[in-house]
């Protein structure tokens, strides 16, 4: 599998989009990236693939759930400043 800028940043605006003290958990957001791709038709395993990439490179970080049954994600520091720069290259592009 390759690395996707287009779903890393499609998988962050998602978090955001989510954003809470408690997170999003992790199943809730393969789903939603799945049912919102842009008819590009990322299967469950490239959405995993890319979750596990954004988790890796720090954008992401994945922790148990209050219940501690499910894992929640939440948006790091990092993962902000990746979704501004990334605005800020696509508004520099219109």
Known sequence: MKRDQKYVKHLLDLVQAE???DGI???RLVQRFVDTDGGHGV???EARYTL???IDA???K????TNMLELVVQL???GHDYIDEAN???KGQS
Do not use: R, Y
């Not at 994945?62 to 759930?65: D, G, I, P």
């Open 19 to 21: 954003a809470s003290l």
């Open 25 to 27: 958990t992790k199943e």
């Open 43 to 45: 299967t469950q395993q």
């Open 52 to 54: 596990s990439l954004a």
């Open 58 to 60: 720090g954008f992401l």
């Open 62 to 65: 994945a922790v148990k759930a």
């Open 76 to 78: 790091t520091w990092a």
């Open 88 to 90: 800020a290259k696509i």
